[in-house]
């Protein structure tokens, strides 16, 4: 308790003692000369008769003049001389006198010439008998700005970043040329010379470009010269990522034609990007194996909504010029709507047992069916598809049997609704998925007996399996082998090839105008224990047979 006391009496005794030491009337100057000259600030400034004000003279980087004051606190007049031993300090004056109880100013200048780029510092001091005074001095001096400068000199793309830039000054009074060059494969400089105008700068625009390029992270320098300006070099680097960084790749192309399109819109799992000249695409992040909406849109093609997991690439896209009413009202409409087909390769049964008739010609029209299934097949299915096997037999497989197309021979009426101008029945059954089931056909070829019927025979044939593989029949009038009268048609329509491939190309229950159900995407069909069925009566579409 009274340590604390006695400490807190001190520091008021101290203080008292600093307020008179700072005044001038107070000083004994013979006492002051005895401690003059110590040569520390602090001593020079506590007991000293001549002090000086500011202690501490900063330039800075760019300052060139200061002053400081003298100030005579004795009552005599008193000689100074200064020194200092800096070459880049001048001052006004070096020694001088100072009458009693007066200031004096004294100027410095800086003159830093072409000393080196740093920190400089040096103490002048004024000297008198009573006393001295030091004041520390100190500048800086810059680094030259460059004539030419790139900026900045490091450039990284990442990885998808595709363009960047430089800045090129030109820090002279006169015009630049400048040139660049690089040796990478993946740089592209928007220019590799040019020229800028005095105190200006110019853009340099840079692009990366990864196709070809294996995985990893690679630099290249940039070299800008400009004659004796000077020159600088840039880093830049690019990242290429691993396929396991790719979330989806591929191509989109021309349903019909197979070419590449070029500028279509591609959104998949929350990412937008746009197909190049040749309709390929990347889309970077994280790769999934989850199936992951795909939209596909441009103009030119209707657009495309389906799903799509890492390592899928390739996709179709149909042209706004197909007659996508027509396809509904042959493919879908009768459906739900939305497509059915056939998920894997039927095998077709042909009941070599003739129903109601009897006829020497029966092993000829079976042996044209035998003939002409596979290629029917093939067509229908976009040629996607080949029957798994096309067999003749007395006893096929029984009604609804899965994964069978079974044809039959028959005159009995009753197998075409009673109706004796109907020549030709199908009959087919899908899962809720939209994959075909089962399918059977009936042909009423009797009538189109002979050489001269065999066109005919063909033509019901052909339209049958149309049915048979998941097509309704066209109400429009749109040329096509799925008209209700089959009339004299012996093959599918141009139209028919397209809408096939369309068909046999999209997963079951594709609806209007091209959007894929995630429930039945293929890959993920689940049988159905109850099909649905759909059937239908085929005219002849003669005039004859029309009455
Ligand atoms: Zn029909």
Partial sequence: MSRRVRYAALAVLCAAIACNSTSPLENEPLDLAAKGGSGGKSGGGGRSALKADPLDVSFGSTGTTASVT?????????????????GWLSLGA????IAARSSQTVSMSV????????SYTTDVTFASSAGSAIVSASMTVAAPA???????????????ATSASVTLKNNTSGSLSWTASESSGWLSL????????????????????????????YTTSLRVTAGTAGADTAAVLVTVPSTSSVTLAGQLVHQFSGQGLAGLTVHYDGATTTTDGSGRFSILGDATSSLQQLT??????????????????????????????AYNDVARDEFGPGT???????????????EGFTSSELATWIAEVKAQVPTFIHKWTGTQMNPAAVIVTSSPPSDFTAGTIV??????????????NTIGYARLSYSSSGAIHSSAVWLRYLRYSGTSGASKRKGILGHELGHATGLGHMSGTTASFMQPSIGTNTDLSAFDVQAAAFHYTRSPKNTTPDTDSSASFLGMLAPSALPAVKEWVCAAGEAALAR
């Fill in 70 to 86: 003298l100030t005579n606190s004795s009552r005599k007049t008193l000689s100074w001389t200064a020194s200092e031993n800096a």
């Fill in 94 to 97: 070096t020694s001088g006198s």
């Fill in 111 to 118: 003159q830093r010439g072409s000393l080196a780029a740093g």
């Fill in 146 to 160: 460059e004539q030419f400068d790139v900026n900045p000199l490091q450039v990284d793309f990442g990885s998808s």
């Fill in 190 to 217: 928007g220019a590799t010379s040019g020229s800028i105008a005095a105190n200006s700068s110019q853009t340099l625009a840079l692009s990366a470009q990864r196709a070809g390029m294996t995985a990893g992270t």
């Fill in 296 to 325: 596909i849109s441009g103009s030119g093609v209707y657009q495309r909504q389906t799903f799509a997991r890492t390592g899928d690439n390739l996709w179709r896209v149909v042209p706004s010029g197909f007659s996508m009413t």
């Fill in 340 to 354: 059915v087909r056939w998920v894997a390769a039927p095998t077709v049964y042909i009941d070599s047992r003739p």
């Fill in 407 to 420: 044809i039959h021979f028959s005159e009995n009426s009753n197998d075409y609704g009673g109706n004796s």
